[in-house]
């Protein structure tokens, strides 16, 4: 018979087999609780990447594939109906007073009797004009220099005029659509060649072509570093980038940009490295305005953050995250838009109470958003760095902490709302990229973005490209006035 002391002891046991199991179990659970909140916050990173488009963050509408977006423009809606407004000067092609040339169709026998009306005089003439290009060809001057022999012995030649260096060479028309067809309208070299051979008959090589480059390139050298010091000293600058490549690399290319001026450089970092070598920011002393991008910061000048990304971003917590404080934010920051839009043409500035009362709406607004988005507690365990926190929560911290220059545009009227300049600016480097491809070499890239500095600052001074380009052959390029 078992003694109560044996009895006792396998209770026991049987307790301290039972708390080992639930211990267990409860280990268990908690590791199945990490595991299963980490695989919801990966499905939650999964599910916003591909909620991505370029309505609702910062990717290109070429990454949209297939399913593109539906339209939903953050643009208020014009009371103006569609198409050309009353008053707006047509485009019809019109008839000219004095044609080139003019043929006169006779009338030789009547329809209707078959009798002869040769001599007949007309009653009227009915006019139809055609515009056509006239045989496209090229114009060859020849250059005669005449040599005369002096009683003295002494022999003269006459001075032929300067860039007249060759017996035979191309005139600044002919180099000047050559840059217009591959810098401009970002045709590849092979095109290039064959387009200026099917339009002109001038069947140039790629080298040619690409030696004709090299001396645009090197003729812009000082009007593109006048326009890149203008830029340095104008108060309000926009700043982008974007990849490209050189040689099969990834390359950067950075653009400045105001309403007057453009300035293009491509490096192969994108960092603080590229903006020190190119050499605009860390001079610059009035206000940059960009997309929020760390190592601008690291510049001392003013900064102004763009509000269009700041919607992108917002669309995308209210729609991705189902909170209401971003849909807020987005109707707040477009009706201050529009009352710096309406305020402008008769005041400077809004005024204190205006200002007072955004201000508080604004915090109001990020004190609902902390709300819905508190910081939750760190982990005992947790890893070192800093801590991870969500896309809303983030984008409020932004917002906040840089609210002076999310609001720049309310406090000073001459900061745009956005940073769309640079944007718009940069997106022709896209396309270059898109039609030409790659850089095949680091010289053909810098080549190109000196001349497509000096090309967008022409067109924005209203100079038209291929006139802006033929200035430069002619030994007469474009600078735009100071003060930019």
Not at 20 to 27: F, N, P, T, V
Not at 354 to 371: K, S
């Amino acid at each position: 018979m078992m003694t109560r002391e044996e009895a006792q002891a396998i209770y026991r046991a049987g307790e301290e087999t039972v708390v080992r199991i639930l211990l267990e179990l409860d280990r268990k659970v908690q590791e199945l609780t990490v595991r299963m909140d980490a695989s919801e916050r990966r499905v939650k990173q999964l599910e916003d990447q591909l909620a991505k488009n370029s309505r609702n963050s910062s990717k290109p509408p070429s990454t949209d594939g297939f399913k593109k977006p539906e339209p939903k423009s953050l643009r208020e809606k014009s009371a103006r109906p569609s198409g050309g407004q009353p008053g707006h000067a047509g485009q019809t092609l019109a008839r000219v007073e004095n044609p080139d040339q003019v043929e006169l169709h006779r009338v030789e026998r009547c329809e209707c009797c078959g009798r002869t009306l040769t001599s007949r005089p007309p009653d009227g003439v009915e006019k139809r004009q055609i515009h056509d290009l006239p045989p496209l060809r090229l114009i060859v001057t020849e250059h005669q220099a005449e040599m005369k022999h002096c009683p003295c012995g002494h022999t003269n030649k006459a001075a032929f005029p300067e860039g007249v260096n060759a017996p035979a060479q191309y005139g600044p028309g002919v180099k000047a659509a050559a840059v217009y067809l591959k810098n401009y309208q970002f045709l590849p070299y092979e095109r290039t060649c064959e387009l200026m051979g099917d339009f002109f008959g001038c069947a140039m090589s790629e080298g040619t072509l690409a030696n004709l480059i090299g001396e645009c390139h090197e003729r812009l050298e000082a009007p593109v570093q006048q326009i890149k010091e203008q830029i340095t000293g104008t108060p309000v600058a926009q700043f982008d980038e974007s990849g490209s490549r050189v040689e099969n690399k990834l390359w950067w290319i950075h653009v400045a940009s105001t309403a007057n001026a453009t300035y293009y450089d491509i490096h192969p970092k994108r960092g603080s490295e590229a903006l020190d070598d190119i050499g605009i920011l860390p001079h610059y002393a009035g206000r940059a305005i960009h997309d929020f991008w760390k190592p601008y910061f690291g510049y001392e000048c003013a900064h102004g953050l763009c509000n269009a990304h700041h919607l992108r971003e917002l669309i995308f917590v209210h729609e991705q995250h189902r909170q209401d404080w971003a849909d807020t934010m987005i109707d707040f920051l477009l009706e201050i838009k529009a009352e710096v839009a309406r305020t402008r043409p008769t005041a400077h500035s809004l005024t204190k109470t205006q200002l007072r009362a955004f201000e508080d709406r604004y915090q109001i607004i990020l004190d609902e958003g902390y709300v819905q988005n508190p910081l939750t507690p760190a982990p005992v365990s947790r890893k070192r760095g800093r801590r991870k926190k969500t896309k809303p929560r983030n984008l409020l911290e932004r917002l906040d902490g840089h609210r002076r220059e999310a609001l720049a545009f309310m406090y000073d009227f001459d900061v745009p709302f956005d940073n769309n300049l640079s944007e718009r600016d940069i997106r022709m480097m896209k396309v270059q990229q898109k039609i030409s491809g790659m850089f095949r070499s680091q010289a053909g890239a810098k080549a190109f973005c000196r001349i497509r500095s000096y090309i967008s600052t022409a067109r924005k001074n209203a100079l038209g490209a291929l006139n802006a380009i033929t200035r430069i052959f002619a030994g007469n390029p474009f600078v735009p006035a100071a003060n930019v």
